[in-house]
């Protein structure tokens, strides 16, 4: 009887134990997904705004209300048109297309991005 006790046990933590490292497997993998540098498939006759609108509100929100939002500055200025390139994170080339008077030498500082100082949806300064 105990046998049968400690064979179900170990039957029933071996199986938890799998489905907790599937489970975090599919998390990573979603995770590095948002990180690569290649945009998820979409309907691409549908456009950035009206797909994140839905899909990432509060950051359309923030890049809506920011001064950029305001002017419609495109997403694809920083990230990339999504298809033949994609950024998840801007590159600085992007604001500098704008910015160029306020480019910084990153080698002589300690933060190695504009957007280690600046949000990159509400471009709010120190972030």
Not at 42 to 62: A, Y
Not at 74 to 99: P, R, S, T, V
Not at 101 to 107: C, D, I, L
Request: hydrophobic share 30%; net charge positive; glycine share 10%.
């Amino acid at each position: 009887m105990k046998r049968k006790i400690y064979l179900i046990l170990i039957i029933l933590s071996f199986g938890l134990l799998s489905a907790g490292f599937i489970n975090n497997t599919q998390s990573e993998n979603q995770n590095s997904l948002l990180l690569k540098d290649k945009h998820p498939k979409v309907d691409w006759t549908i456009g950035c705004t009206e797909c994140h609108e839905e899909i990432t509100p509060k950051v359309f929100k923030d890049w809506n209300m920011s001064k950029h939002g305001q002017v419609g500055f495109g997403c694809f200025i920083c990230h990339g048109d999504g298809q033949e390139e994609f950024n998840a994170k801007g590159k600085d080339n992007g604001c500098l297309g704008c910015h160029s008077a306020m480019e910084v030498n990153f080698k002589k500082t300690k933060v190695k991005s504009c957007f280690d100082c600046h949000n990159g949806h509400t471009l709010k300064f120190h972030n």
